[in-house]
Protein backbone atom coordinates (compact mmCIF):
# COMPACT_ATOMS: atom_id res chain seq x y z
CA UNK A 1 0.00 0.00 0.00
CA UNK A 2 1.44 3.73 -1.00
CA UNK A 3 0.19 4.73 2.05
CA UNK A 4 1.92 2.82 4.52
CA UNK A 5 5.01 2.96 2.35
CA UNK A 6 5.42 6.68 1.71
CA UNK A 7 8.33 8.51 3.75
CA UNK A 8 6.66 11.88 5.58
CA UNK A 9 8.74 14.81 3.85
CA UNK A 10 11.81 15.94 5.11
CA UNK A 11 11.90 18.72 7.36
CA UNK A 12 13.54 21.98 5.82
CA UNK A 13 16.60 23.20 7.75
CA UNK A 14 15.62 25.67 9.92
CA UNK A 15 17.50 29.36 9.00
CA UNK A 16 16.94 31.61 12.44
CA UNK A 17 17.81 35.14 13.05
CA UNK A 18 17.18 36.19 17.11
CA UNK A 19 16.82 40.12 17.15
CA UNK A 20 16.74 41.85 20.82
CA UNK A 21 18.61 44.19 22.65
CA UNK A 22 21.47 43.19 24.58
CA UNK A 23 20.47 41.63 27.58
CA UNK A 24 17.14 39.86 25.94
CA UNK A 25 18.30 36.55 26.67
CA UNK A 26 18.82 35.20 23.11
CA UNK A 27 21.90 33.63 24.09
CA UNK A 28 19.95 31.44 26.07
CA UNK A 29 17.77 30.80 23.24
CA UNK A 30 20.00 30.02 21.10
CA UNK A 31 21.78 27.39 22.76
CA UNK A 32 18.63 25.49 23.28
CA UNK A 33 17.41 25.73 19.57
CA UNK A 34 20.95 24.62 18.30
CA UNK A 35 20.79 21.57 21.38
CA UNK A 36 16.78 20.66 20.41
CA UNK A 37 17.19 21.11 16.79
CA UNK A 38 20.92 20.83 15.53
CA UNK A 39 21.44 24.09 14.53
CA UNK A 40 24.85 25.58 14.87
CA UNK A 41 24.70 28.84 17.02
CA UNK A 42 26.45 31.40 15.75
CA UNK A 43 26.98 34.28 17.49
CA UNK A 44 28.23 37.57 16.41
CA UNK A 45 29.43 39.23 19.71
CA UNK A 46 31.49 36.08 20.72
CA UNK A 47 33.09 35.85 17.60
CA UNK A 48 34.39 39.46 18.04
CA UNK A 49 35.07 38.92 21.84
CA UNK A 50 37.06 36.10 20.68
CA UNK A 51 39.02 38.25 18.56
CA UNK A 52 39.58 41.03 20.40
CA UNK A 53 40.79 38.69 23.33
CA UNK A 54 43.27 36.83 20.97
CA UNK A 55 44.97 40.46 19.67
CA UNK A 56 43.84 39.72 16.12
CA UNK A 57 44.00 41.82 13.36
CA UNK A 58 39.83 42.26 13.54
CA UNK A 59 40.11 42.10 17.02
CA UNK A 60 42.72 45.37 17.28
CA UNK A 61 40.26 47.20 14.75
CA UNK A 62 37.26 46.89 16.53
CA UNK A 63 38.21 46.67 20.54
CA UNK A 64 37.96 50.17 21.05
CA UNK A 65 34.38 50.10 19.55
CA UNK A 66 33.23 47.90 21.61
CA UNK A 67 34.31 48.67 24.83
CA UNK A 68 32.14 52.09 24.12
CA UNK A 69 29.51 50.18 23.67
CA UNK A 70 28.98 51.01 19.39
CA UNK A 71 28.42 48.60 16.73
CA UNK A 72 31.01 47.32 14.51
CA UNK A 73 30.73 48.40 10.92
CA UNK A 74 28.48 46.62 8.55
CA UNK A 75 30.89 45.72 5.68
CA UNK A 76 33.00 43.67 8.84
CA UNK A 77 29.90 42.25 10.30
CA UNK A 78 29.02 40.85 6.88
CA UNK A 79 32.21 39.66 5.74
CA UNK A 80 32.45 37.74 9.46
CA UNK A 81 28.98 36.05 9.15
CA UNK A 82 29.95 35.09 5.13
CA UNK A 83 32.59 33.68 5.91
CA UNK A 84 30.88 31.60 8.29
CA UNK A 85 28.06 30.70 6.88
CA UNK A 86 30.15 29.12 4.20
CA UNK A 87 31.07 26.16 6.05
CA UNK A 88 29.97 23.02 5.78
CA UNK A 89 28.20 22.59 9.46
CA UNK A 90 26.13 25.50 8.62
CA UNK A 91 24.54 23.79 5.66
CA UNK A 92 22.19 21.59 8.20
CA UNK A 93 20.71 25.11 9.82
CA UNK A 94 21.88 27.67 11.94
CA UNK A 95 20.80 30.49 14.24
CA UNK A 96 22.26 33.57 14.38
CA UNK A 97 22.29 35.78 17.14
CA UNK A 98 24.04 39.19 17.11
CA UNK A 99 23.16 39.27 13.07
CA UNK A 100 21.82 41.65 11.28
CA UNK A 101 21.99 44.35 13.71
CA UNK A 102 20.76 46.93 10.34
CA UNK A 103 18.35 47.13 7.48
CA UNK A 104 21.84 47.28 5.01
CA UNK A 105 23.32 43.84 6.58
CA UNK A 106 19.29 42.07 6.59
CA UNK A 107 19.80 42.77 3.29
CA UNK A 108 22.85 41.16 2.39
CA UNK A 109 21.28 38.33 4.46
CA UNK A 110 18.44 38.04 2.31
CA UNK A 111 21.37 38.18 -0.53
CA UNK A 112 23.56 35.19 0.78
CA UNK A 113 20.88 32.62 0.93
CA UNK A 114 18.80 33.54 -1.74
CA UNK A 115 16.89 30.49 -3.09
CA UNK A 116 17.85 27.94 0.32
CA UNK A 117 14.98 28.73 1.61
CA UNK A 118 12.71 30.56 4.38
CA UNK A 119 14.53 32.53 7.21
CA UNK A 120 12.90 32.70 10.53
CA UNK A 121 13.18 35.82 12.17
CA UNK A 122 12.31 35.75 16.33
CA UNK A 123 12.53 39.25 17.96
CA UNK A 124 12.83 38.97 21.79
CA UNK A 125 11.25 42.35 23.30
CA UNK A 126 12.19 43.34 26.80
CA UNK A 127 11.26 46.68 28.67
CA UNK A 128 14.63 48.84 28.97
CA UNK A 129 14.98 49.17 32.54
CA UNK A 130 14.60 45.62 32.83
CA UNK A 131 17.45 45.09 30.48
CA UNK A 132 19.52 47.77 32.34
CA UNK A 133 18.90 45.26 35.51
CA UNK A 134 19.83 42.62 33.84
CA UNK A 135 22.99 43.18 32.09
CA UNK A 136 24.58 45.02 35.11
CA UNK A 137 23.97 41.98 36.36
CA UNK A 138 25.12 39.82 34.39
CA UNK A 139 28.78 37.61 34.88
CA UNK A 140 30.90 36.24 32.80
CA UNK A 141 33.94 33.59 32.76
CA UNK A 142 36.98 35.84 32.85
CA UNK A 143 38.94 33.49 30.57
CA UNK A 144 36.60 31.37 27.77
CA UNK A 145 33.71 34.57 27.89
CA UNK A 146 30.99 32.00 28.78
CA UNK A 147 28.07 33.50 30.68
CA UNK A 148 27.09 32.63 34.17
CA UNK A 149 24.10 31.33 35.75
CA UNK A 150 21.66 33.32 37.08
CA UNK A 151 22.16 34.02 40.50
CA UNK A 152 25.62 32.52 40.88
CA UNK A 153 27.17 32.50 44.37
CA UNK A 154 30.24 34.45 44.41
CA UNK A 155 33.37 32.38 44.08
CA UNK A 156 32.25 30.10 42.14
CA UNK A 157 34.35 29.28 38.69
CA UNK A 158 33.67 28.04 35.47
CA UNK A 159 32.46 24.81 35.18
CA UNK A 160 33.98 24.92 31.48
CA UNK A 161 37.30 26.04 32.26
CA UNK A 162 37.82 26.82 35.85
CA UNK A 163 37.79 30.78 35.17
CA UNK A 164 36.89 33.12 37.81
CA UNK A 165 33.18 35.13 37.10
CA UNK A 166 33.88 38.66 36.14
CA UNK A 167 31.53 42.19 35.11
CA UNK A 168 32.23 42.21 31.34
CA UNK A 169 33.76 45.68 30.23
CA UNK A 170 30.90 46.72 28.44
CA UNK A 171 28.52 45.90 31.33
CA UNK A 172 28.97 48.85 33.41
CA UNK A 173 25.80 51.39 33.98
CA UNK A 174 27.27 54.06 31.69
CA UNK A 175 28.06 51.39 28.58
CA UNK A 176 24.90 49.54 29.44
CA UNK A 177 22.55 52.71 28.56
CA UNK A 178 24.72 53.32 25.57
CA UNK A 179 24.49 50.02 23.92
CA UNK A 180 20.78 50.17 24.71
CA UNK A 181 20.38 53.25 23.09
CA UNK A 182 22.69 52.32 20.22
CA UNK A 183 20.20 49.39 19.99
CA UNK A 184 17.01 51.63 19.77
CA UNK A 185 18.26 53.97 16.98
CA UNK A 186 20.10 51.53 14.74
CA UNK A 187 18.20 48.63 15.12
CA UNK A 188 14.69 49.47 14.94
CA UNK A 189 14.75 50.25 11.40
CA UNK A 190 15.60 46.36 11.28
CA UNK A 191 12.35 45.40 12.70
CA UNK A 192 10.04 47.21 10.49
CA UNK A 193 12.23 45.73 7.42
CA UNK A 194 11.14 42.44 8.51
CA UNK A 195 8.19 43.20 10.69
CA UNK A 196 5.71 41.83 7.24
CA UNK A 197 7.20 38.99 6.69
CA UNK A 198 4.99 35.51 7.29
CA UNK A 199 7.96 33.97 9.13
CA UNK A 200 8.46 37.07 11.80
CA UNK A 201 7.57 36.56 15.34
CA UNK A 202 7.55 38.82 18.84
CA UNK A 203 8.56 36.38 21.65
CA UNK A 204 7.44 38.43 25.27
CA UNK A 205 10.75 38.03 26.68
CA UNK A 206 10.03 39.45 29.71
CA UNK A 207 8.91 36.40 31.14
CA UNK A 208 10.52 33.00 32.83
CA UNK A 209 13.06 31.56 30.44
CA UNK A 210 10.87 28.73 30.48
CA UNK A 211 7.85 30.51 28.84
CA UNK A 212 9.84 31.69 26.96
CA UNK A 213 11.04 29.10 25.36
CA UNK A 214 7.80 27.67 24.43
CA UNK A 215 7.04 30.58 22.73
CA UNK A 216 10.01 29.88 21.15
CA UNK A 217 9.21 26.43 20.23
CA UNK A 218 5.73 27.18 18.70
CA UNK A 219 7.12 30.07 16.47
CA UNK A 220 9.62 27.26 15.11
CA UNK A 221 7.14 24.96 14.27
CA UNK A 222 4.72 27.69 12.28
CA UNK A 223 7.31 28.44 10.53
CA UNK A 224 8.52 24.14 9.69
CA UNK A 225 4.69 24.20 8.78
CA UNK A 226 4.90 26.98 6.07
CA UNK A 227 7.73 25.75 4.93
CA UNK A 228 6.23 22.59 4.32
CA UNK A 229 3.34 23.96 3.18
CA UNK A 230 4.10 26.27 0.70
CA UNK A 231 2.47 28.73 2.32
CA UNK A 232 5.48 31.60 2.33
CA UNK A 233 7.47 32.73 -0.15
CA UNK A 234 11.62 31.87 -0.46
CA UNK A 235 12.20 35.03 1.53
CA UNK A 236 8.94 35.06 4.42
CA UNK A 237 6.66 36.95 2.97
CA UNK A 238 3.19 35.98 2.86
CA UNK A 239 2.05 34.71 -0.15
Known amino acids: ?35 DHGLVKISTGDILREAVAHGTRLGRQIQSRIEAGNLVGDSTMV ?16 VLDGFPR ?16 LLTILLIEVPFEELVRRLQARRVCG ?32 VVRQRL ?9 LVDYYD ?5 YRIN ?3 APAAVTAQVRQALATSR ?15
Open 1 to 35: MAGATDAPPAQPPLRVVLLGPPGAGKGTQATWMAR
Open 79 to 94: EIVQDRLALDDAKKGY
Open 102 to 117: TTPQARALDAMIAGEG
Open 143 to 174: RCGRNADPGLAEGIRCSRCGGSYVTRVDDSDG
Open 181 to 189: TVYLEETQP
Open 196 to 200: GRATF
Open 205 to 207: GNL
Open 225 to 239: ALALEGGASRDGLAS
